[in-house]
């Protein structure tokens, strides 16, 4: 009977230690409470309704689960009202005497009126040595009390004291002698003893948590504690004789299915050791045998994929080195072309051949020669104006390329020709209709901790329906890969390399210009030691 009443006095007493330990949360919390608590009141507006949003979500998920936590309220000393719920704050609720005393306190409390059964816990929020308002936690009366409310102590006289030496809850009818009891416990000098009371023999615990100011009395007729004591005796010898019977039973009904189904597995996993990678488990138990036959399953599953993907790529090994063997000479072979070429047009003065055929070769020697995933954007840079210079030939029309970019990226590795297809999208589709006032832009610079990349172009510009299609082709695949379009290219590689949170969009305007927006993070590889002229 003591360990009922300890468990249901320790758990009454913890939704006040928890109510507390709220409220403190609530007055001391700097980032939302204590800034709008300083703030001059301000007739409502947008931002104060915002305000309101925020420390009515704060404060309802401090009593998220808390079923014993009615509502938490924020009252300032200039009148403003925040609460956990909606439910409207009347005027006289505000005027009941344990409100008042709750607002008005200068340390943290609790204030109770059993007859309506109101429940508050008060705390002060202090700023700049003076209270500017008052946390106010409203308990569910009921729900605290019904801790006591079972039926192990249905015949027990249950007291509870608040502040002051008030009844704050008492489940017997009689009125008008809870002072008279304490005046007794209190003769008999200790938490536990014997009393006369009623005109019978009783045994009392007092419980008294100092951190809540509240005291539990609780009064046992002697009678009942031998009476309940045998019939408790008969009732667990009972059910230790049940709990030893389901215990023998249990044991030899599970010894027996695990030891059968761990024979199967045993038996299983003896095939696999031969060689036999088609034999499966068909154990289907509910248990771990059963989780372990599922994951027997699913490993021998995965070796025979392993043992497949390791002779395809064994295959496909055998056919790329033949490949490679072959196509070792054409590089060679290109680049002797070329510079055959450009011999051919030096000596022969054709400048504007020959600066195309130099152009064409540095290009393919700095991408066919440079392995690296990651390039410095001054590298990238180079690329695109070898590639400019090929196109100037084949467009006789005058067009610029101009670069803003801020000094410090000119390190900022990327991968390799993710800007070329861009530009070369807006100098086929954009200027290229354009007789002598083309312009491509290519503006990189740092945002937040991002990075970047605008290439605009003053060409024939796009629709809507237009733009919509090409974005479209992201998510596009076939079985050779990405889908073969510029852009849709370079959206894929950024998403694959650094998440789907990069990427990038298009703006455009028909017969205006067209501008691709690409977003990069900024904590990018740098190359420390990369030279360039400025």
Not at 195 to 222: C, H, V
Not at 263 to 276: C, D, P, V
Request: contains cysteine; aromatic residues 10%.
């Amino acid at each position: 009977m003591t360990q009922y009443i300890s468990f249901a006095d320790e758990n009454f007493n913890s939704m006040l230690t928890e109510a507390r330990k709220i409220s403190l949360a609530v007055a001391t919390e700097q980032e939302i409470i204590l800034p709008t608590m300083k703030e001059p009141f301000v007739e409502a507006s947008y931002d104060d309704y915002q305000q309101k949003k925020k420390i009515r979500s704060y404060l309802s998920g401090l009593m998220s689960q808390k079923e014993y936590i009615e509502n938490i309220m924020l009252v300032t000393d200039n009148g403003r009202i925040y609460q956990a719920n909606n439910e409207p704050i009347m005027k006289k609720d505000l005027e009941k005497s344990a409100m008042r005393k709750a607002l008005e306190t200068e340390r943290s409390g609790i204030f109770y009126n059993r007859e309506e059964k109101e429940v508050l816990l008060g705390c002060p929020i202090i700023s700049g040595g003076k209270a500017v308002a008052a946390v106010v936690i409203s308990l569910n009366y009921d729900i605290m009390v019904a801790t006591w409310q079972i039926e192990p102590l249905d015949a027990v006289n249950i007291y509870i004291y608040g502040p002051l030496d008030t009844l704050f809850y008492t489940n017997t009818v009689e009125k008008g002698k809870e002072a008279q009891l304490l005046s007794l416990v209190e003769e008999v000098g200790d938490n536990t003893g014997y009393l006369k009371w009623n005109g019978e023999k009783q045994y009392f615990i007092r419980y008294g948590a100092d951190t809540e100011t509240m005291t539990t009395i609780s009064i046992i007729p002697y009678r009942l504690l031998l009476q309940d004591a045998d019939k408790l005796k008969w009732k667990f010898l009972f059910i230790g004789m049940m709990a030893v019977l389901f215990a023998v039973a249990a044991s030899a009904y599970l010894s027996g299915k695990l030891c059968t189904n761990l024979h199967k597995l045993t038996e299983s996993m003896r095939e696999i050791q031969n060689g036999n990678l088609s034999v499966r488990s068909d154990i289907t138990a509910v248990d771990e045998i059963g989780l372990l036959s599922g994951a027997f399953n699913e490993m021998v599953e995965r070796i025979s994929l392993l043992l497949e993907e390791v002779r395809q790529k064994e295959r496909l090994k055998r056919e790329a080195e033949q490949d490679v063997l072959a196509a070792q000479i054409e590089p060679h072979f290109l680049y002797n072309s070329i510079d055959s070429i450009q011999y051919v047009a030096h000596m022969r003065k054709e400048e504007e051949i020959e600066r195309v055929a130099v152009a064409l070769s540095e290009l393919l020697r700095s991408v066919l020669s440079n392995r690296n995933e990651f390039i410095t954007l001054w590298e990238e840079r180079v690329y695109i104006e070898n590639y400019i210079t090929i196109e100037r030939f084949k467009y006789r029309g005058f067009f610029q390329l101009l670069w803003d970019v801020d000094e410090e990226l000119w390190t900022y590795r990327i991968p390799k020709l993710l800007l070329q297809p861009i530009v070369e999208n807006a100098l086929i589709h954009g200027i290229s209709t354009r007789e002598n006032d083309g312009v491509i832009q290519i503006k990189i610079f740092r945002q937040e901790k991002d990075i970047i990349f605008k290439i605009m172009d003053n060409g024939r510009g796009m629709s809507r329906d237009q733009i919509e299609q090409l974005l479209t082709e992201v998510t596009k695949k076939n079985k050779a890969g990405f889908r073969r379009v510029g852009f849709a290219n370079v959206l894929n590689r950024i998403h694959l390399i650094y998440g789907e949170q990069y990427g990038g969009t298009i703006y455009s305007l028909e017969d205006m210009f067209t501008c691709v927006e690409l977003r990069l993070p900024g904590e990018g590889e740098k190359d420390a030691a990369v030279g360039f002229d400025s």
